[in-house]
């Protein structure tokens, strides 16, 4: 971090892993750049003013070394960015970062703290009350806020003008008027790439970061380094269970929620060839196209694919699809630019369930060809299934983990449904008082507090219970070890059964 020059604005992200992934944190869960920092943080270079990152997670600092870290770099402004590797993360790693905070805060009460994130943006005044360490809060994605901000002298009386802030008000949590996200046509100019030479690194550029495991076929060895790029913001579609377009959020009345603000916004395909010459010149060749919807709109993908193509480098990358908006005519492209996976969202397998949390928007397919399909052009598949819809019961969440195992794809990831903040769900549960977390950890998918919601027919127990042996069941497969083996190999094979026999401990379980 600069210790020459004043320090504007100092990017945190603090380490939740332990608590989120458990024992799987140690080997098995990826450790990702932190993507929104750098963009913020080049996005503020941009405009001339000094940022660092300091990436707890990455170096295996404590919070007490984070502290001492944070307290000699003496920021203008300490903001916590609260993203996760999972793109409906950004409550669990609240965890980590609100910890870190409060004792930031009691031993350096003169530093300003903010927070920028999806929970922040979804309950911008709830995290003002609950947490005394922080100053203010950014809600959506924060880069207008932001620059504003540096350019104030960060005084009360300068807070009460600056739009798209959450702050106290003579102690009281008060919301400013909202702040606009960057329209598609400034997006290339005010958000201009990757702050990649901010990031800690032990030998080369993104070394201390890995992928996720099946990233690399289930290979400890390619993981590292590793990089993550967006090429999109948003998605256009409203599913009940994901909050991942209340960063687009530009009304500060109660009860917003993500699907209030569907769209997305690109960047350039040229823009973004010239991030992948960054990554390639400094050898980063594992990459994740971190789209919420990749595979959407061919005026976009379509020239970056032929791009890389053209550069013939030697990645691999991967990124989502709906598996309704799988066009198998661009297989072919995509497996040539190096893509190697799709992670494909089936999320259930019974149609009326399906149709319920994604409001009609979901179009008929024959999931069994498009999987096929995307696995005859040399594309692996990483299938996305939910458990706990609030229709679903023991038969249908039977029926999903049905065609989970008839679908056998290289790699499934099975939830418990939860109720995000920020989603519409999150809103219907509220509204109709159903029991909720009540805590970050509560959110987390895999934490040891992971609450899911009930379901109409069935307590958050049984939820979590069926989640948690559908995923044995899963990945100690016969069916699926063979073909591990016969397309990976003996030891990818055996690297997997490793994984499997980590049992993950749950509080909720063990009162029922």
């Not at 003008?161 to 009281?172: A, N, Q, R, T, V």
């Not at 024959?366 to 819809?389: C, D, H, L, P, T």
Request: glycine share 6%.
């Amino acid at each position: 971090m600069p210790t020459s020059k004043t320090l504007d604005v100092l990017f945190v992200s603090a380490d939740s892993s332990i608590q989120a992934y458990q024992e799987l944190a140690k080997t098995y869960s990826a450790i990702e750049p932190p993507t929104w920092a750098l963009l913020l943080a080049q996005s503020c270079r941009a405009k001339g003013y000094e940022p660092a990152i300091l990436d707890c997670t990455a170096e295996r600092l404590s919070m007490q070394q984070a502290v001492e870290r944070i307290g000699e770099a003496k920021p203008r402004l300490v903001c916590f960015v609260v993203y996760g590797q999972n793109p409906n993360s950004g409550t669990t790693n609240m965890i980590g970062n609100t910890a870190l905070a409060d004792m930031l805060k009691e031993q350096h009460p003169d530093l300003l703290i903010s927070f920028v994130g999806s929970h922040s943006s979804a309950l911008p005044l709830e995290v003002l009350r609950d947490h005394d360490s922080i100053d203010f809060v950014l809600y959506n994605e924060g880069v207008y806020a932001l620059h504003n901000l540096l350019a104030s002298d960060l005084q009360p009386e300068d807070l009460k003008k600056i739009k798209g802030i959450g702050h106290k008000l003579e102690g009281l949590p008060t919301l400013n008027p909202p702040e606009q996200v960057v329209p598609i046509e400034r997006m290339d100019t005010d958000l201009p790439g990757y702050a990649w030479d901010l990031l800690p690194f032990d030998k080369k550029p993104l070394d201390l970061y890995r992928s996720h495991f099946w990233h690399t076929e289930y290979d400890h060895a390619n993981r590292t380094p590793f990089a993550a790029v967006y090429t999109s913001l948003g998605c256009r579609f409203k599913c009940d269970f994901c909050m991942i377009n209340i960063v687009n959020r530009t009304d500060d009345a109660d009860g917003v929620v993500s699907a209030h603000s569907p769209n997305m916004r690109f960047w350039s395909p040229d823009f973004m060839l010239k991030e992948f010459d960054k990554l390639a010149e400094m050898g980063v060749e594992t990459i994740r196209i971190s789209d919420e919807m990749f595979f959407l709109d061919k005026r976009y993908y379509e020239p970056l694919l032929t791009g890389l193509i053209e550069r013939d480098y030697s990645i691999k990358t991967w990124s989502y699809a709906r598996v309704d908006t799988v066009r198998p005519k661009y297989l072919n492209l995509f497996e040539k630019a190096g893509v190697r996976w799709l992670g494909i969202g089936i999320e259930a397998a019974n149609q009326v369930i399906r149709k319920e949390v994604s409001k009609g928007t979901f179009k008929e397919v024959n999931i069994r060809e498009v999987v096929r399909s995307i696995q005859e052009s040399g594309i692996n598949v990483g299938a996305n299934f939910i458990f706990g819809f609030p229709d679903d019961t023991y038969e249908s969440m039977e029926e999903t983990l049905a065609l989970a195992l008839e679908l056998n794809t290289e790699f499934a990831n099975v939830y418990p449904c939860q109720a995000l903040p920020g989603s519409p769900l999150h809103q219907r549960a509220r509204e109709e008082g159903w029991k909720l977390p009540d805590s970050y950890a509560g959110y987390a998918f895999l934490s040891y507090e992971s609450e899911p919601l009930p379901t109409k027919h069935l307590s958050a127990a049984e939820v979590l219970q069926f989640r948690d042996d559908a995923w044995q069941k899963y990945f100690t497969n016969p069916a699926y070890l063979n073909l591990l083996e016969k397309k990976f190999g003996i030891q990818q094979r055996t690297n997997v059964e490793e994984m499997s026999k980590i049992k993950l401990k749950r509080k909720l379980l063990e009162t029922h």
